[in-house]
């Protein structure tokens, strides 16, 4: 009887003792396993934050207000678009970007005389993609002169009124609509603004 007792004692001892290194031989695979779920789990949460798609911009496509027409100023309208974004401009001629020309206006020259004009806008704000849209082109870019409508007008396009023959001075005069002798006049050249006619060789009336 004692002899049974002590063999079933000696089975379950060496049954505890497997079992022991057993778990000590697993418990490192079981943690390394956890270990590497966390990490993993870890590293798929830090992707999806990173790939998560930034604002967009909210914005307009700009127009362009003024006459498309040499020594005439153009200005950029930029319609609608994110409260705080940064707005930059960059004029066109023809497609190809006019050197300089960065600001919201451009004054034409006669260098862009035939081109059609057209302004990008383009949005910028931390946390959101930037965003740049396009105008529709204007018309072809006209001389800053004109010849008379007849003897004694001028285009409406084309107010001011060059004067090459005067009886009181050598001098080339122009006179702007409301001068004192602007409906007197009897024009030789018709420009668009002041610097156009100053440009061809014209100056001021002086009453």
């Known amino acids: 009887m004692r002899t049974r007792l002590r063999t079933r004692s000696i089975a379950l001892a060496m049954a505890s003792a497997m079992l022991a ?15 590497g779920a966390t990490q993993a789990a870890s590293a798929a949460a830090e992707l999806s934050i990173r790939v998560l798609p930034a604002k967009r911009v909210a914005s307009s496509t700009p127009t362009i207000s003024g006459r498309a027409i040499a020594t005439v100023k153009l200005t950029a309208k930029p319609g609608r678009w994110t409260s705080g974004a940064s707005l930059s401009y960059k004029w066109f001629a023809d497609g190809k970007a006019i050197s300089g020309a960065t ?6 020259k006669s260098a862009q005389i035939g081109k059609r004009i057209t302004v990008k806008v383009t949005g910028k704000k931390a946390g959101h993609t930037t965003v740049s849209k396009t105008s529709k082109p204007t018309a072809a870019v006209k001389s800053g002169k004109a010849r008379p409508a ?19 001075t050598s001098d ?16 030789e050249e018709c420009f668009a603004t002041e610097t156009a006619a100053r440009a061809a060789g014209y100056r001021a009336s002086k009453v």
């Open 150 to 168: 007849s003897k004694t007008s001028c285009p409406k396009a084309y107010p001011i009124k060059g004067n090459q023959t005067t009886r009181h």
């Open 172 to 187: 080339w005069i122009y006179h702007v609509p409301g001068g004192r002798y602007y409906a007197a006049t009897h024009p």
């Open 21 to 35: 290194s057993t778990l000590a031989l697993a418990a490192p695979a079981v943690a390394a396993e956890s270990l």
């Open 103 to 108: 600001k919201s206006t451009l004054t034409l």
